[in-house]
Every structure is written in C-alpha cells, then in structure tokens.
C-alpha cells in the first residue's frame, strides 16, 4: 500500500506577495509532491501551507521549504498577530492512508535531523511526536516567540531535540511533529434557534460529557438563515462521520427539527468517508466493497450522509 | 423542595450475622431515614448498606452506626478481600434530589467533623469533598489500610481533614465523601455475537471515545441466550439513558439486531427517568409535566425505554 502523509508547514511571511510567490515556488516546482492549497494571512504575516504526498518525497520538499524559508526571511524584522518563534515555525505530520502514527513519528524525527544538520536549526518534536511532556503542546515550546527563545534555549531543560541548542539569528527555531487528521464538519439543523442547536453540540461534544474525540459548537449561517452545529472530528476512526450525524439527527428529533444536509469544510479521507458509508449499506444489507471508487464514495455520501457542496476534489485521495 | 441524599456506608464485618444484625438493629430501628436494602459479603468480610433520606437525620443515623460499630468492631482482628482502613471504611454521601453537590459536600464536612470530634476516630474527605488532589481516589488514601495507616497517619502530608492525626487503636480511620448517583443499566442485544455487542458497547463507551460518563461492556446471558451491553452511567444529566438506548439501537441496526428490551440493576432516581421520557414525549409531540406520577414514569419507560422487570420500587423515590 502507498504511503501518503499530509503535512501542513507554516511559515512566517504572510504580506509580501512577491516573497511569498518566491517561497512558494520551490512547492510549485516540485512535481514529486502534491500542493493542495495554501493560504497567506496578512495580519498573522503568516502562510499555511497543504501538501499531500509520499513521506520521503515530503521531506525533500520540506528541506527545500526550509532553505528558501532560510534565504527569505529574517525574523528580527518580523510581526504578526500569530505566535511564532521561526521562520517556518510549525511542520506537522498527519498520516492519511498506508501509514501508523508510529511512521510519521519516525519520518519526523528524520527531517528534524536533517533540518538541524543541515541548516544549524534548532527543532523541537511536538504532539505525537514529543519526546517530553512539556513538549507535547506546541504553545508551551512556542512560549517567549523568537524573542525569548535565545535565553530559554540555553535552559538545559529546553534543549532542542536536534540541531544546536542556540536560536538561529534570522531563522529562530522550528517544532516538527505528528497529529492526527482533523475532519472540519458540520451538520445544518433547520431552525434559527441557536440556545436548542447549543443543546445538540452539548449533546455530542467531548467537553460536555459527550463523544471523546469531537468539538462541537452552534453557528447561526446568518445568509442561509438557519444553524448549524459546527465540528472538528479529531478521530474519525472512534468518533466515525455516521454516529454524529445520526446522533445529531436523534436529538433534532425531540422538537421536530429537520437536518436536511451536512457539509465538509477542507478535505476528508476516503476512509473516513468508507467507513461512515459502511454503516449505511449495513443497515440497507447492501453489499459492501471497501475498495469502492470516489465515485461511489461521492455519490453515497450525497445519499446517506446528506453532504451539499461536495465532490470528489474534497477527498484528499482524489488528489493521490 | 424536600432534600433527599442517598448514603452508603460500608462497615468491616461480613461474616458473624448476628454482629451485623446487632449493628443493623441501630439502622433498622431509626424511622427517621429509609433503608433500602444492605447486603453482608462474607468473602469481603463487609457489609454494604443503602440509605435514603434527609440529610440531617442521616447524619445522626451515620453518627448512631459509628458508635455501634465502634463498640462492635475491632480491626486489629479483622481480615477480609477487601481493601480497609476502618470499622466503617467508607461512608459516600450522593445527591438524590432538592440537593446540590456541594450541599452534600457541606453536610459530609458536618459529619466528618462529629465523628472525629465525638469520637476521637481520624476522618478523610474523598471525591467530590476531597480537599487535596491526592485524596480525590478513595484508594489512595486507603492505601497502607488499617494496618499502614498507624505509620502514614503520622506524616503531615496524610494529616486527616477531621479529628486527630492518630489511628484510631480498634476503629482505624473512616473516608467521608460526595459522589455523583451511578445508574446500572443494560441494554439486550437480540443475539448472542458477543464481539459485536462489544462493538457497540465501544461506540458508546468514555474509554473507547464514546460518550464521557458511560462505562460499558459486552456480556452473553447464558439462561437468556443473547447479549447485554452492560453499564454504568456515571452522570445521567450529562449522559441521559435516552440518548444511550438510541445510540445503541441505531448501532445495532447496521447488523440488523433487534433491541427489545432493557433493565435497571438496582435503584434510579425518578428525576433521571423524566429527563429521559421528556425526550420520547418531545418526538412525540406529547404534553410533557415533570411533576408526573410515579405510575407514569413506570409506563413511560416500560413503552419508550422498553425497560422489562421494572415497577415502581426500582424508583428511589417510591421509598421517600
């Protein structure tokens, strides 16, 4: 089986067009990898940046990134509303399909290695990835920014994972982990009462007692005039689509409201999406073949998981 | 409204039934408060008692079944499988209903308070009455037990929260506290594939992602010949039986089980019941009255929650 990762550099210019087409360019160059989209933010000053493809191919990528990154930007003269504390700041790895977290683990550690060796970069591992507990929470590495980051590095506690344990005078520093696919998903309840759409994102959400793995909010769509209950599935395998959906689906029932469709913000894996439509050939006793086409993948989440605004090019592994 | 509180103390003697039934008698002969069953475990060598009532005449029922146990107890010879610290080890206070946590919070301080004051017997509050994080878990305080405690008693870290900071020489040492009600509930399954009720009991379950206050398991009833999803609810406001039993039913649609009935292990509140029903009469566009009868109740859940061996004395409120 392929294996494909996800990887979501962030780096620290988000205003210079022209600097930002030139950083860019080495992604738009690079045929080996998969560019899914990137956005410039003018008030962080930062760009994040989508790319999909195999771990090694991303790693070259993601050298070449850190290079430009290197020649481009200085973050002496730097500003921004974002928290940062390097010229890229954050690469996070996320397995999307033929890969366990454990690879990606791995794959990081190997690019952080390379990127202090390389370019005298100090990297901290993050997330999945990290090695110590404090360092698992990007924000409590991140904390002091660049600025601070050239006395904190000298605290033996915060040595980098790799590379030296002083901040690079123009780059700063960069943390390199591995977290899980984050699937942005909402479901449109028809009633503009948001106290009782509250009550089914109450219903669901890890923090209110509900499904572990999802945070759930109410949204009044002021331009299509009803509200939604608005999602991150941050594990679709424990919390899948289908179980939320018809959960959502239960609660509406008690005051008699429709939920007449669902939407996918960003990209899905097909899996996710297999796995959800698993649930619903179940209960039809269709034949269920896990290889189905995005296609057949499409279509049945149009049917039986009421998607709107969806095709194939929000799967990522149309983009494979 | 009139406060009820449910408490169960444990006391360490089990196997000589006419010391429990001495014990007992103090309990038995207090009209003041309702005793809703208790049950002596040799093995254990320790009894559980169940109580219902006010909490003020609680405390002084607790305060009688202290002394009685005082007299009655002796712990430098007692043995037992389970873990002890006292003549009565242990003595949860739980909000059934016209009370707040943190009412009974306050009403196990006055009882801590009495007993180490009248009866020289050092008192430790756990749970939601804890005072230190360390003394949350009944288990870690307890650890050591009778036995330990004359040592670790003496360590100011382990100074009691009521009466002195000596074992008690026959009685050792009781833990006080507040927790929330636990609702028991299972939920057939018309099959007897274990591996795929445990599938569900997954899907639902706060170890696996589920929901937060559910702990579930999959069981095969041997003289039913099908399978139980097997609970806990640890937080029925948070967690409603209602939105277990759809859960589960919508799940094991995907195999096309049937799921026909349900049952209470031991006692519920009413109030968890109507938060429940209030549901079913929601979809059904019914009156709902959360002041419903007793007999309602019953009949709501045995139509709607498909409760089987279910009458009104399973209901803690029946008894008040």
Request: contains cysteine; glycine residues 6%; aromatic residues 10%.
């Amino acid at each position: 089986m392929v294996k494909i990762v996800e990887c979501v550099p962030n780096f620290s210019e988000g205003r210079d067009q022209k600097k930002v087409e030139r950083i860019m360019s080495v992604i738009k160059n690079n045929n080996e990898i998969k560019l899914v989209n990137y956005e410039a933010d003018a008030d962080y000053n930062r760009t994040v940046v989508t790319l999909i493809g195999d771990p090694e191919k991303m790693i070259d990528a993601l050298m070449d990134l850190t290079s430009v990154c290197l020649k481009e930007i200085d973050l002496t003269k730097h500003s921004g509303e974002h928290a940062r504390m390097g010229a890229i700041d954050v690469i996070p790895f996320i397995p999307i399909s033929g890969i366990k977290m454990s690879e990606c683990v791995e794959y990081s550690e190997i690019l952080a290695n390379k990127i202090g060796e390389t370019f005298n970069i100090p990297v901290f591992l993050y997330a999945e990835a990290a090695k110590q507990e404090d360092r698992v929470k990007l924000p409590t590495i991140r904390k002091g920014e660049f600025e601070g980051m050239e006395e904190k590095i000298k605290n033996p506690h915060w040595k980098p994972d790799f590379g030296p344990a002083k901040r690079h005078p123009s780059f700063g520093s960069v943390a390199v982990g591995v977290r899980d696919f984050l699937i942005a998903y909402n479901i449109d309840i028809e009633t503009d009462d948001e106290k009782k759409t509250n009550q089914f994102a109450r219903a669901i959400r890890g923090s209110s007692g509900g499904f572990q793995y999802i945070q759930a909010g109410p949204v009044y769509l002021e331009n299509r005039g009803h509200t939604q209950v608005t999602m991150n599935i941050l594990n679709y395998k424990k919390n899948p689509i289908y179980r939320i959906f018809e959960t959502v689906k239960m609660e509406a029932k008690r005051y008699g409201f429709n939920v007449p469709s669902a939407e996918i913000v960003g990209l899905v894996p097909k899996d996710a999406l297999v796995r959800s439509l698993r649930y619903y050939y179940g209960v039809e006793n269709k034949i269920f073949d896990k290889e189905m086409s995005i296609d057949e993948v499409v279509e049945g989440c149009i049917k039986y998981l009421k998607f709107r605004d969806f095709d194939q090019t929000k799967i990522i592994d149309y983009f494979l």
